[in-house]
């Protein structure tokens, strides 16, 4: 079993940036891959930001190439989402992630492991 702990939500202004954090417990987060996805008030939850166990793949939505990172610290056992130029429209409760999703990796379905949410605010 694996606990997840998200921080480092919060609220800013447009242009600004936020890194967020994931600690694991329970087992170790090194041999998982770790993910961040949002949900915004109705609507569903979407794929963010994707890491495999090793580093060495990483996967992002559109809406965030460019402006975010995903990396991990598997001596930390934490995953990290670093957030800049943010925009209003990235508003929402962000959530980590953690499983063996394999081809997979953008369904939330496929991911065993959830922390609470941490919410993310941007104003304009």
């Known amino acids: 079993q694996v606990q997840l702990v998200e921080s480092g939500g919060g609220l800013v202004q447009g242009g600004g940036s936020l890194r967020l954090s994931c600690a694991a417990s329970g087992r170790t987060f090194s041999s998982i891959a770790g993910a961040w996805f949002r949900q915004a008030p109705g609507k569903e939850r979407e794929f963010v930001a994707a890491i495999r166990w090793s580093g060495n793949s990483t996967y992002y939505a559109d809406s965030v190439k460019g402006r975010f990172t995903i990396s991990r610290d598997n001596a930390k056992n934490t995953v990290y989402l670093q957030m800049n130029s943010l925009r209003p429209e990235d508003t929402a409760v962000y959530y980590c992630?953690?499983?063996?999703?394999?081809?997979?990796?953008?369904?939330?379905?496929?991911?065993?492991?959830w922390g609470q949410g941490t919410q993310v605010t941007v104003s304009s």
């Open positions: 992630a953690g499983g063996s999703p394999y081809s997979n990796i953008y369904y939330p379905s496929a991911y065993d492991y």
